[in-house]
Structures are given as C-alpha cells and as structure tokens.
C-alpha cells in the first residue's frame, strides 16, 4: 500500500513519459500557428489564458482519466478563444475594453489622484515604489503615474519648466 504512493508500476510511467511528449508537440505546434500574441502578457486575460494551458497540460500528464486527444481539443479551445478575443479586441472598441480595461492615472502633476486610487486598490506606497522603481528619488520628480492594463505602473518623468500633459486614452483627473 505505501509502496503506491511511491511507485505506481512502469506503465503509469511510460504513459507520462509517451502523453507528456506527445501533448507538449501538440502545444508547441498550436501555439506556433495561433502566433506570438497567444502567450503574451499584454493583460490579465492574457495571463488567464497562459495558466489555463499550463494547467491543461498538467492535467493531461498527470490524469489518466483525460486522453491526448481530449487534452489536445482543449489546447485548441482555449488557443482558438484567446484568437476571437484578441482578433475582436483589435476591431472593436468595446471588446477591448471590456476585456482589458483602460490604463489609469493615479498621480498628475504633483497630486495623488484619491478616487483612481480607491478605485484601483492602490496604494500610495505602492506609486511611490514604482516611482523608485523607474530610478526617481520621489513622486516631485514624476509628472505622472498610469496604472496600466496589464497591471504594471507607467511612470513619466517630469521635465522641469514642462507642464505635463495627459497621455492619449488614459483616464485623466477630469474623469474623477
């Protein structure tokens, strides 16, 4: 019975070893066919999807309840649904923000933003560590701070003399 835990017999091995090649083919081949955009990290939809695979592939190695072929199919629905929203994403507006939302601003010209920040759970020593992070002593030096979709900070420089200006299609202080 103890012996189980450890070592289960030969062919659940072989199994592993002959599904495990066999799907991680069938992954590498549908992921070069869907392109470069499939396990990109340009949002969190994007990274759903790269765990959901992941996850898959995991299942299908270790499962002996799932065969290749279901495993494989489930390659190509998620690989296949990332496409139409992506595709959709880039020709319609609505898409796009619906799956990915828009970038934020959080501080502008010398001002925390307060209802951005509550609104995107941030907080301030979380702006001024990117701030850090973007090699500026302070949040004086920055002009502004964009919490952006994939959930990173933007953080632009303030030039002195330089009044800075909002960056085309991030919510801005006049959206609070």
Do not use: H
Not at 11 to 32: E, N, Q, S
């Amino acid at each position: 019975m103890l012996e189980d835990v450890f070592f289960d017999g030969w062919a659940g091995l072989a199994r592993t070893l002959v599904v495990g090649v066999m799907a991680y083919v069938v992954l590498i081949v549908f992921l070069r066919i869907s392109g470069k955009r499939t396990l990109s990290k340009m949002n969190a939809f994007d990274l759903i999807v790269t765990v959901a695979l992941g996850s898959t592939l995991a299942t299908v190695l270790l499962s002996k309840d799932v065969a290749l072929a279901e495993g494989a199919l489930a390659f190509a629905v998620l690989i296949g649904l990332q496409f139409i929203v992506t595709w959709s994403s880039v020709r319609a507006r609505w898409v796009r923000r619906l799956v990915t939302g828009e970038p934020r601003l959080l501080y502008y010209q010398g001002r925390l933003l307060p209802q951005a920040l509550l609104g995107a759970r941030v907080t301030v020593d979380e702006i001024e560590a990117a701030v850090r992070s973007s090699g500026m002593a302070n949040l004086a030096q920055a002009a502004s701070v964009i919490l952006e979709t994939d959930g990173s900070f933007s953080v632009i420089k303030r030039q002195d003399g330089q009044i800075a200006t909002v960056p085309v299609g991030v919510a801005g202080p006049q959206d609070e």
